[in-house]
C-alpha cells in the first residue's frame, strides 16, 4: 500500500488524485526494492569507473570489457522473501529474472553463481527450504542451459525466518553490439515478447520491500512468480536472434514492477504512451492494474522502428512466443496508459521513474565483541567440530545437481575461484562474504568481504576486473541497522578503490526479517566478481613439497567457525593487508607455487583440507589461534624452494605426505585421517540426512 505521506507528495505534485494504475504504479516504483531511496545516497560514494568498465550501473546489467573481441554483462538480484514463501519457485525464477537481465544487454548467458543464506540445519524448516531452493536453481540452470560454476552456503540462525537468496549471472557479448535498457527515438514502437501475462507475482516489488510475516506463506503465495525454464531458452535464442538483425534499438526485461517498471524505466528518456488492451494474456478479465503490475516471468520489451516491428515479431513467431505492438516513444516526457479507450495512467514520466524521495534515517553505532573465552575441549575435537561445521563440510550434494559443463567452457570449480575458458584465456569467478565477521565490524568486515573475494582470484594469478554486490540488510528504520548499511558501504568502497576492483552494478535487500521468529539477519552485503587470468589448472603438491602459511596470524575469533562451534568469542578480524594478495597474485604469475590457497572460514586447518590432505606439520605457538584464527590476507603455499618466500611474512609448517593429516603441537600429536574427518560427517548430505 503506498504510505499515506507518499500519497499526499504525489497529489500536491499533481494538483489531483491518483488513479488506482497510478497508484499501483507508485508503490512499486517507488518501493525500496526498486527505487533505493534508503541507500541511492551511499551507493554514490562506490567507486564504480574502471579502465574495464562500460556500462556501469542503471541498466539492466553493467558492460565490462574482456579481450579486444569479447565483452561481459554481470549483474546480481536477489529473490530472498519469495524464497522463503515458496522455495522452488521463488530461487527459480531468482535464476530466470538475472539471466533476462543479462540477455537484455544482447549478452549470451554464460555461467551463474548462486551464494545462499539459510537458518541453522537442526531445523526442518531450513532443510525444507534449503533443499527446494537448491532443486530449483539447478533444474532451471539446467534446463535453460547455464552452468551454475560457483556459489556460497552460509547457516546462521538469523536466516532462520529470511533465506537469503542471491545470483549473479555472467554473459558474452560482441563489444560492437551491445544493447542498453533506454529508448533511443520518438516514435519507435514498443514490442512486447515472451510468455502471456497472468496475474502471478502481482505487488512483487512491494512485497520485496516489507518485513515478513507469520503467515507469509498463506498470505503472499499470489505475490511470488511462476518460472518455465522452457520458454526462458526459447526467450535467450529469440532474444540473440532479434539482436543479430541490429534492428532492436533498446532492451528491458520485465522483473519488479512488471510491463509499468520495465515501460516506464525504459522510456524515461523520452515518454511513452502504452495501450494495455494489447498485452497478450493469459487470464480473461484482467484489469489495468493487473496487467501492468503483473510480474509474469520469461518476458522482455524491445524499442523498434516502426519498418523493423513485422521483422521482429516472425522472429518471436518462429521461437513460439507471444509478441504483440503495445505502444510508442513519444517525445514529451511522460507515462501515459490507455485501457479500453480510456486514459487510466497520465504522469510526468521523471515522477514516477526516480522520483521517490531519500529516506533520512538516524544511525546507532554498536559494540558486540566480547572477551576470547578458551573452549574446555581438546584440539584433536575441535578439529573434527570445525571440519563438520556445515559451512566447512563437503558441498558435493549441491553442487551434483548443477550441470557444470554445458556449453563445455568449464575448466574448474575451484577450490578458491571457479574458472571457464573464455576466447583464450581464462575467466574466474568467485562470490561470497562472511555476515558473522561484518556483524561484528560492519566496515572491517565488507572491507575484508571484497579482499577474500580478490584473494581467491589471486590464487590463479588472476586480476580483477569488476564486482557486483547485493546489500542484504534488516529493516533500515532500525538505527542500527542503518548504521550497519553505512559502514559496510564505506569498508566496500575503501577496499574495492584500493585493490582496483570497481562496483558496477548490484541489488539492495532490505526488511529482511521475520515476525514469526523475531529474527533479524545478520548484514549480509553479498558480492559476486569477475576475474581475468591464464588459464590454471590446480593439481595436488607432490610429496615432499615445503608447507608454509604466508600473512599475519592474529588471534581474531569473533564469528569464526570456532565461535560458532563452541561460544568463544573474541575479536573479529581487522582489515587484512591487500600488499600481501598483491604479492601472491605476483608470484603466482610467475609459478612460484606448487599450490595455493587462501584462509577463510575455519582458518589453518580447513585450507590444509583443500591442498594438502595429507600433510606434517609442526605448530610452534598457540595451537588455537594457529589453527583456527580466521586473519585475512593469509594464504597456504606449497613450495620446492622456501628461499622464494623470504620477501612475504611466513612460517614454514611442515611437508607434504603421509597417510593422515598430522599435526604436531607441543607434546601432542592430532592424526586426522580419511575416516576420521569421514566420521565426523563432514558433508551437507550427512547432515541432511539424505539417502
Avoid at 504510505?3 to 494538483?15: K, N, P, R, V, Y
Avoid at 555472467?170 to 515478447?193: H, Q, S
Avoid at 550497519?484 to 569498508?491: D, F, H, M, T, Y
Avoid at 591464464?534 to 604466508?550: D, F, K, M, T, Y
Wanted: proline share 6%.
Amino acid at each position: 500500500m503506498l504510505s499515506s505521506e507518499d500519497h499526499m507528495a504525489i497529489c500536491s505534485q499533481l494538483g489531483r488524485d491518483i488513479t488506482p494504475l497510478e497508484a499501483a504504479a507508485f508503490e512499486n516504483l517507488w518501493s525500496e526494492h526498486c527505487s533505493y531511496r534508503s541507500t541511492k545516497a551511499l551507493l554514490r560514494t562506490l567507486p564504480t569507473d574502471g579502465k574495464n568498465v562500460i556500462i556501469g550501473p542503471g541498466d539492466d546489467a553493467a558492460i565490462v570489457s574482456f579481450s579486444d573481441k569479447v565483452a561481459l554483462a554481470i549483474g546480481m538480484e536477489s529473490h530472498n522473501h519469495p524464497s522463503y514463501v515458496d522455495p522452488y519457485d521463488g530461487a527459480a525464477t531468482g535464476v530466470g529474472g538475472i539471466v533476462r537481465d543479462i540477455i537484455s544487454m544482447g549478452a549470451k548467458p554464460i555461467a551463474l553463481m548462486d551464494p545462499l543464506c539459510f537458518g541453522t540445519l537442526d531445523s526442518e524448516k531450513t532443510k525444507n527450504l534449503f533443499e527446494h531452493v537448491v532443486s530449483g536453481i539447478g533444474d532451471y540452470g539446467n534446463c535453460i542451459g547455464v552452468p551454475v560454476v560457483r556459489g556460497d552456503l552460509i547457516f546462521d540462525e538469523s536466516y532462520r525466518g529470511n533465506p537469503l537468496v542471491n545470483v549473479v549471472a555472467v554473459g558474452m557479448l560482441d563489444p560492437e553490439n551491445i544493447i542498453t535498457g533506454r529508448v533511443k527515438t520518438p516514435g519507435n514502437r514498443l514490442i512486447l515478447y515472451g510468455s502471456r501475462t497472468g496475474r502471478d507475482g502481482l505487488g512483487g516489488a512491494s512485497f520485496a520491500s516489507r518485513d515478513l510475516s507469520e503467515d507469509a506463506e498463506a498470505e503472499d503465495r499470489p505475490s511470488v512468480q511462476v518460472g518455465d525454464p522452457y520458454i526462458e531458452k526459447l526467450l535467450i535464442d529469440a532474444t540473440m536472434a532479434m539482436c543479430s538483425t541490429g534492428k532492436i534499438r533498446a532492451c528491458r526485461d520485465l522483473g519488479a514492477a512488471g510491463f509499468a517498471g520495465a515501460s516506464s524505466e525504459m522510456a524515461s528518456t523520452w515518454g511513452a504512451r502504452i495501450i494495455a488492451d494489447n498485452v497478450p494474456l493469459r487470464e480473461s478479465g484482467m484489469n489495468e492494474v493487473e496487467i501492468m503490475l503483473a510480474e509474469s516471468q520469461e518476458r522482455m520489451l524491445a524499442e523498434v522502428a516502426p519498418e523493423d516491428v513485422e521483422l521482429i515479431g516472425s522472429i518471436a513467431e518462429k521461437y513460439d512466443l507471444a509478441w504483440a505492438d503495445v505502444g510508442e516513444v513519444i517525445a514529451e516526457p511522460r507515462y501515459i496508459v490507455e485501457f479500453k479507450g480510456t486514459v487510466v495512467c497520465d504522469l510526468p514520466i521523471d515522477l514516477l521513474v526516480g522520483g521517490a524521495p531519500s529516506c533520512e534515517r538516524e544511525m546507532l553505532p554498536y559494540t558486540l565483541e566480547k572477551p576470547f573465552s578458551r573452549p574446555d575441549e581438546d584440539i584433536r575435537t575441535l578439529c573434527l567440530k570445525v571440519l563438520a561445521h556445515p559451512e566447512c563440510a563437503a558441498k558435493d550434494w549441491v553442487f551434483s545437481q548443477y550441470d557444470h559443463d554445458v556449453q563445455l567452457r568449464t575448466v574448474s570449480l575451484g577450490p578458491d575461484a571457479a574458472c571457464i575458458r573464455l576466447d583464450g584465456n581464462g575467466l574466474y569467478l568467485t562470490c561470497g562474504c562472511n555476515p558473522r565477521h561484518i556483524h561484528l565490524r560492519p566496515r572491517d568486515g565488507t572491507a575484508n568481504a571484497v579482499l577474500e573475494n580478490v584473494s581467491n582470484l589471486a590464487c590463479y594469478g588472476a586480476l580483477p576486473i569488476c564486482a557486483v554486490d547485493c546489500l542484504n540488510f534488516a529493516s533500515p528504520v532500525h538505527p542500527e541497522i542503518n548504521w550497519q548499511i553505512a559502514e559496510s558501504i564505506a569498508g566496500m568502497g575503501e577496499m574495492c578503490r584500493h585493490l582496483d576492483a570497481p562496483i558496477v552494478g548490484g541489488n539492495v535487500s532490505l526488511y529482511n526479517e521475520s515476525d514469526e521468529f523475531e529474527t533479524q539477519i545478520k548484514p549480509t552485503p553479498m558480492l559476486g566478481m569477475i576475474g581475468k587470468g591464464e588459464v590454471i589448472r590446480r593439481s595436488p603438491p607432490e610429496e615432499g613439497a615445503i608447507l608454509a602459511l604466508i600473512g599475519t596470524t592474529r588471534p581474531e575469533f569473533g564469528g569464526s567457525i570456532l565461535d560458532c562451534i563452541t561460544g568463544c568469542g573474541g575479536n573479529a578480524p581487522e582489515t587484512g593487508d591487500p600488499a600481501i594478495v598483491v604479492s601472491i597474485r605476483n608470484m603466482v604469475q610467475s609459478g612460484s607455487f606448487a599450490a595455493v590457497t587462501d584462509l577463510s572460514r575455519g582458518g589453518l586447518l580447513t585450507a590444509l583440507t583443500k591442498i594438502a590432505p595429507r600433510c606434517s606439520i609442526e605448530i610452534r605457538g598457540d595451537p588455537i589461534e594457529v589453527l583456527f584464527s580466521e586473519s585475512y590476507a593469509r594464504f597456504l603455499v606449497a613450495v620446492h624452494d622456501r628461499t622464494i618466500l623470504r620477501d612475504l611474512p611466513h612460517t614454514i609448517l611442515g611437508t607434504v605426505g603421509g597417510d593422515a593429516l598430522t599435526i604436531l603441537a607441543g607434546d601432542e600429536t592430532i592424526r586426522l585421517t580419511d575416516e576420521d574427518m569421514a566420521a565426523s560427517g563432514q558433508t551437507i548430505r550427512d547432515l541432511m540426512r539424505i539417502d
